[in-house]
Structure formats: C-alpha cells, structure tokens
C-alpha cells in the first residue's frame, strides 16, 4: 500500500527519505547526525510497507546531503529512496550506494582487534557490496554481514 500522503506533511524544501527500515530510524538519525542539526525535522515510523513490513520517513527541511554523506546510510538502510524537494516538488529521486570504505557506523568482529579495546574509529574496505563484507584497516579480518554490528 501507498503510503497515505497525510501520514508525514510534505515539506516546501529538503530531503524525504523513505523506505528506511523502522528498526533502523534511529541508526539513521545517528548516522546523518540528525540530533545536532537545526533544520526542521518530520519523521514517521511503523508505516506500511509492503517491501519492508514497516518502514520509516525522515523528512528534513532545507537541507541537501552530499552523496558521501548520505551512503553512509546503506548499511542500516540499503533500499532507501530519496527524494529531494523544491517548492513542494520533487525535482530528483536517489537511491543509496554501499561507499567503497566505511569508517565508524560498524565494529570489527575481532574481538582482538584494537578498535574493540581501544578508542580508534573504525575503519573497513567493503569487499562486497551485496552481501556486505568488510575487511578491517586494522587487524584486517572480514566482518561479514551476519556478524554485521552497528556501533
Ligand atoms: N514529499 C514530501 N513533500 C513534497 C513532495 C513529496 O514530503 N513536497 C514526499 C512524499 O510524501 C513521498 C516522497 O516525498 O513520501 C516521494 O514523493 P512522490 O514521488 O510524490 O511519491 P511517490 O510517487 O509515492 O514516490 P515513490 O513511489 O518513489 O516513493
Ligand atoms: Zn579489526
């Protein structure tokens, strides 16, 4: 099902992110630091979704993401769609890319690994995109996706 135009308002300017997975809106909000800007802010959580079970919108006015930027959403939110708006329009849809190399967002499966004992940001080499896969900078051990941990 559609979901219903009403459930979030529409924004004049900005960027609706949609189809993020709703056990993952706050990973997203994390991600983009969504809690330190000052850009007006809608959100909805638990629609339906028939892809997703229930998905989440973000809508967050007068703002426009780098690619960089917003790809670092691909891990928690792979079929994200976003739709970027001027005066009330969408004027382009995107979808997320999983970056060639991820730093922070996840941990290393090591347990031996610095970045779990030490405060170093991590730092991976995505060896796979589609069932991801990550090679640690440090200790360089693959984290895969089911061993996949969001920090
Ligand atoms: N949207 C918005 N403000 C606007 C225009 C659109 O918040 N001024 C939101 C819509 O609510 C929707 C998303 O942006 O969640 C995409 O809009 P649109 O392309 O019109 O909707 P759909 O056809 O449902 O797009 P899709 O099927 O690609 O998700
Ligand atoms: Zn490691």
């Known amino acids: 099902m559609k979901e219903p135009k009403l459930s979030v308002s529409a924004i004049q300017n900005g960027t609706v992110i949609d189809h ?4 993952n809106l706050f990973k997203v909000i994390q991600i983009l630091g969504l809690d330190h800007i000052d850009s007006q802010i809608t959100f909805g959580t638990n629609l339906e979704s028939k892809k997703l079970g229930r998905k989440a919108i973000i809508k967050i006015s007068d703002k426009f993401f780098e690619d960089a930027d917003i790809n670092r959403i691909a891990l928690v939110a792979p079929e994200a769609k976003l739709n970027i708006i001027r005066d009330y329009e969408v004027i382009e849809k995107k ?3 999983v970056p060639d190399t991820i730093i ?3 941990r290393c499966m090591n347990p031996k690994c610095i970045t779990n004992f030490e405060s ?5 080499r995505v060896v796979s995109k589609k069932l991801v896969s ?3 900078h ?5 984290t895969s996706q089911e061993n996949l941990q969001i920090i």
């Open 134 to 136: 990550l090679r640690c």
């Open 138 to 142: 440090y200790c360089e051990k693959i």
């Open 95 to 97: 979808v997320v890319e």
């Open 20 to 23: 993020i997975p709703a056990k």
């Open 120 to 124: 170093v940001v991590t730092r991976f």
């Open 104 to 106: 922070g967002i996840a």
